[in-house]
């Protein structure tokens, strides 16, 4: 069930667009900011509040890079794979992750703190490599400040 | 020191200009002359007479796009104005200064261009990652409202205009002006057929103008000052000025708004500070992932739209990306294909099966699993997912560098396939 404050996001949303399907992503983007995934119970609850079909609604689901359709860590890391960070060496940064969390590409951590996902060119070229968690994009790195970035984001969890 | 329109303004500590700011630099002169003097024709004819194109890749001549647009009683209404800020092209970062230093600039020719076109309703569509833009555009739409800039009756003009600010979900096809429409919709990001042409059939089915965040920057410099000015600043065929950017391995990778016709060298050497030390130029891609590479014999080539294509390139977005002799040629071509395979939306067969077949092959050569009639079959492929071969300039876009690649780095290629290893690599 789409809760209340949901469901007036999501028509508040839907108010700038010609036809209500057309809010159907900005109605998953809504749910998932709440729920930080979409599950299949989601894109039922959002094809019923739109008028549209629940297929009609997981072809987009599944289409868009940012739309998770499986649950997600509480901190969603986007390393930027495309060719500036690769002519700068994004992968230190893969190799780093998976050697202090154990987190490969497409993974969660045990404790469901971080989820790792490649992700295409951040528009941060000038600052290769480039990675962004949760909302926040940070450049010029290297594996000294990602583990800086990490224990950031778990001394905020534990606050 | 040349003009720079786009970013005189732009202040030092990377934070956005307030309405204020904007205003005493001269903001929203250009939408009050036009409104007040203009008629839209008028308007319209200015920018046709500038002979601005279109910064997003393409260079479509905007006055041009424009006057495709149906007019008149009898015409289907409302008429939409999409700015395109979903920057996604790898290597491409120029949109990010403009909507995160002055996005009222953006605005303003918002206004200009749904003025001209007589649009009453308009999208910025922005890339969700570019979230610091996405706050400021807000605030800034803010600020436009309250002013009276935006909304009904403009000003007592009688003209009204709404924009709104819509974020994506993260998908390159959106970048394509039609994946763009059917976004915006609520739908995948597939392309549409053309014709109809977005202008007279687009969002909702209604004529649709389409325009990159860079080119709506260019529109108040030009209502202000006039077409003559803004041809003037420029050297070259191309008038006006460019944003362009370097990344890779030079000294200080950035973005520098220069005359449009900067050779490669102004922008490399001068600009950028030529290579970090130890590293040598090995080639450069001038525009973005999709455009070919140049190498070293075209570093006095002009960054304008006709001298990079007889240079056999694009001009592209004008953001270079820079191959050093301290990367592998193959594995930058393998890094490319493999993003416009993951991006390929899927809607046409050639492009979905085409190019993670070509990732497949570029991949075997870099581990070393190459074999000779491999050079024959991606060479081959660059034909098969080229002009004409696909439904939209996704693929044809993502051979360009592979083909270039094939051109000036095949020794490199022949390398790896004879040796069985990459020779960049330590194992």
């Known amino acids: 069930m789409l809760t209340p404050d949901e469901i007036r996001e999501i028509e508040a949303a839907i108010h700038s667009y010609e036809h209500r399907a057309a809010g159907c992503l900005e109605a998953l983007k809504i749910a998932q900011a709440h729920r930080r995934w979409v599950s299949d119970e989601t894109v039922r609850d959002v094809a019923a509040l739109l008028g549209m079909g629940p297929a009609e609604v997981e072809s987009v689901a599944t289409f868009y890079s940012l739309i998770f359709r499986q649950p997600v860590g509480r901190h969603v890391i986007l390393v930027c794979d495309s060719v500036s960070c690769w002519l700068l060496g994004y992968e230190r940064l893969f190799a780093h992750l998976d050697r202090r969390l154990g987190l490969k590409p497409g993974q969660t951590t045990a404790d469901g703190e971080f989820t790792l996902l490649p992700t295409a060119c951040l528009g941060a070229c000038d600052r290769a490599p480039a990675l962004m968690i949760d909302d926040e994009l940070y450049g010029n790195l290297d594996e000294a400040k990602l583990d800086a970035l990490l224990d950031a984001c778990r001394q905020k969890d534990r606050a | ?427």
């Open chain 2, 1 to 427: 020191m040349s003009e720079r329109p786009l970013t005189e303004n732009l202040k030092a500590d990377g934070s956005p200009l307030s309405f204020a700011e904007y205003e005493a630099a001269g903001g929203y002169e250009a939408a009050a002359k036009a409104l007040a003097s203009l008629t839209p024709d008028e308007a319209l004819k200015t920018v046709q007479d500038s002979g601005l194109r279109g910064r997003g890749g393409a260079g479509f001549p905007t006055g041009a796009k424009w006057s495709l647009a149906p007019r008149g009683e009898r015409a289907v209404k409302p008429t939409y104005l999409v700015a395109n800020a979903d920057e996604m092209e790898p290597g491409t970062f120029k949109d990010r200064l403009l909507l995160e230093g002055n996005p009222h600039q953006i605005i303003e020719g918002m206004l200009l261009a749904g003025y001209a076109i007589g649009a009453t309703a308009a999208y910025i569509f922005l890339r969700v990652e570019y979230t610091r833009a996405a706050a400021r555009v807000r605030q800034a739409l803010a600020e436009a409202y309250a002013r009276g800039w935006l909304g009904a009756n403009i000003r007592g003009s009688g003209y009204s205009l709404d924009i709104h600010l819509h974020t994506s979900a993260g998908r390159y096809m959106c970048g394509e002006e039609t994946g763009l429409i059917n976004s915006l919709q609520g739908r995948r990001a597939t392309p549409r057929a053309k014709p109809p042409f977005p202008v007279v059939s687009g969002l909702f089915g209604k004529p649709t103008v389409v325009q990159n965040a860079e080119t709506l920057a260019n529109l108040p410099p030009i209502l202000r000052r006039g077409a003559d000015w803004y041809k003037s600043l420029s050297s070259s065929a191309d008038a006006g000025t460019k944003i362009y950017g370097v990344s890779g391995r030079v000294k200080k990778p950035g973005l520098w708004e220069l005359p449009m016709g900067a050779t490669i060298r102004e922008i490399l050497e001068d600009r950028a500070g030529g290579m970090q030390d130890g590293r040598k130029l090995r080639g450069l891609l001038p525009g973005g992932a999709s455009t070919d590479f140049l190498t070293p014999e075209h570093l006095d080539t002009p960054m304008d739209f006709n001298s990079i294509q007889r240079a056999g390139s694009r001009l592209g977005t004008g953001t270079m990306i820079v191959l050093d002799d301290g990367a592998c040629p193959v594995g930058m071509v393998l890094n490319l294909t493999r993003f416009f395979a993951r991006e390929s939306c899927g809607w046409c067969t050639p492009c979905r099966e085409g190019l993670p077949y070509l990732a497949q092959i570029l991949q075997a050569i870099e581990s070393g699993a190459g074999e000779p009639d491999d050079l024959a079959v991606l060479e081959e492929h660059t034909r098969l997912l080229g002009p004409g071969m696909t439904f939209c300039a996704l693929a044809p876009g993502a051979v360009e560098p592979l083909q270039s690649a094939l051109k000036y780095f095949r020794e490199d290629f022949e390398r790896h396939i004879n040796e069985k290893r990459c020779p960049w690599s330590n194992g």
